[in-house]
């Protein structure tokens, strides 16, 4: 018998399923897409960053975050209804890569 906690998933990690889900549609399925949903598992909860935050870990405007996005500098966003959102393990890989 499946315990009743594994049938109906929770708002959370039904969020966590979609932010793997749309990486993987925005990386065009690299097939490193499993390698993030192993590390969903083993965590509680993804934290999404809003355009602001990813401004303010860069240090750079909301303007030039868009801008960033549209050169490929940055991953497009996932959207949660309206609302543009990154996951912080995203955007902290691409903090870790920049030059110093």
């Excluded at 708002?11 to 993987?24: D, F, G, M, P, W």
């Excluded at 870990?57 to 940055?74: D, K, M």
Aim: avoid cysteine; proline fraction near 6%.
């Amino acid at each position: 018998m499946i315990p009743q906690d594994r049938i109906k998933p929770t708002v959370e990690e039904a969020i966590e399923r979609i932010a793997v889900a749309l990486e993987s549609i925005a990386r065009g399925s690299s097939g490193t897409a499993l390698d993030d949903s192993r590390d969903l598992r083993d965590s509680s909860r993804v934290e999404l960053l809003s355009r602001t935050d990813v401004a303010d870990l860069f240090e750079i405007t909301t303007r030039t975050v868009s801008r960033w996005i549209a050169e490929g500098r940055i991953p497009r966003p996932m959207k949660l209804g309206r609302r543009p959102r990154w996951r912080r393990s995203t955007i902290e890989r691409l903090l870790d890569r920049r030059p110093k």
